[in-house]
């Protein structure tokens, strides 16, 4: 896909990385990936780390919050979506049965954001982009190309969603949904199963790669481990779900046919 200047209303747009060492963390994605980095002020003790390809935004890397890391919260990669409206999403999502963790709040004069979380306990962030719109690129090798939500009640997850972002619900085979805007799948949806374990809601997101097996490979020297080894989808693709050093879970994924 082309280099992105804006996102539309209920794409994701953005994943950032919550970590407890971002050095060790730019260190180890900028190895996997291709990453560049630049570091900016975030607050008097605070640095937010962009990651970039070929110089242009693709996600983010920041120390997680003490309180986070204190409720034994492990690393995570954090789920953006565009809004038109950051305050309108989350009284929407209220009215739906989400809980709003974090009201709107201005992000400097990059946006305005919400954190949100669904009532199966899955966490968002509504994005009201204004100077950053979000990722400048997807779809692309090193780059945001999927992200999926798995939930302990797909049938309550999947109405809160579709009604809050305005997208469709497709049923995909087996007990997989995809989200639509428009005619476009733009992520999915799976349930969580006893087999899982004690496993809360939560969202993957997934990177374009190349070739799945030579990363899954270099990522596993470089320390991480791998949750789901490398796997086909008939007709998407190869994937595999990994764990970083620090315990982030991320997904790689190499498509038949690019987006």
Not at 76 to 94: C, L, P
Not at 166 to 178: F, I, N, Q, V
Not at 180 to 206: F, N
């Amino acid at each position: 896909m082309a280099e992105v200047t804006r996102h539309d209303p209920g794409q994701f747009c953005w994943s950032e990385l919550a970590t407890a060492d971002p050095q060790v963390a730019k260190a180890f994605y900028a190895s996997v990936f291709g990453w560049t980095t630049d570091d900016r002020s975030a607050g008097p003790a605070s640095t937010y780390t962009t990651v970039k390809l070929r110089g242009l935004d693709v996600g983010a890397i920041y120390a997680q919050e003490r309180e986070e890391a204190a409720r034994s919260v492990p690393p995570h990669w954090n789920v953006y979506v565009s809004v038109a409206s950051a305050d309108e999403a989350s009284a929407r999502a209220r009215k739906l049965g989400g809980v709003i963790l974090a009201q709107p709040f201005e992000v400097m004069d990059a946006g305005r954001m919400a954190i949100i979380q669904d009532p199966t306990g899955a966490v968002v962030c509504a994005w009201q982009g204004r100077r950053h719109a979000g990722a400048r690129v997807v779809d692309e090798p090193g780059a945001m190309s999927w992200c999926e939500l798995a939930t302990t009640d797909p049938g309550r997850a999947g109405r809160f969603h579709s009604e809050l972002f305005g997208w469709r619900l497709k049923p995909s085979g087996g007990d997989y949904t995809e989200f639509q805007l428009g005619k476009r799948s733009i992520g999915g949806m799976m349930a969580i199963t006893p087999e899982w374990g004690d496993v809360p809601s939560h969202w993957l997101t997934y990177f374009a790669v190349a070739e799945c097996d030579g990363t899954t490979r270099k990522a596993l020297k470089l320390g991480a481990r791998a949750r789901v080894p490398p796997r086909d989808i008939p007709n998407v693709g190869r994937f595999a779900v990994l764990i970083d050093p620090q315990g982030a879970h991320f997904a790689i994924i190499q498509l038949d046919v690019p987006a």
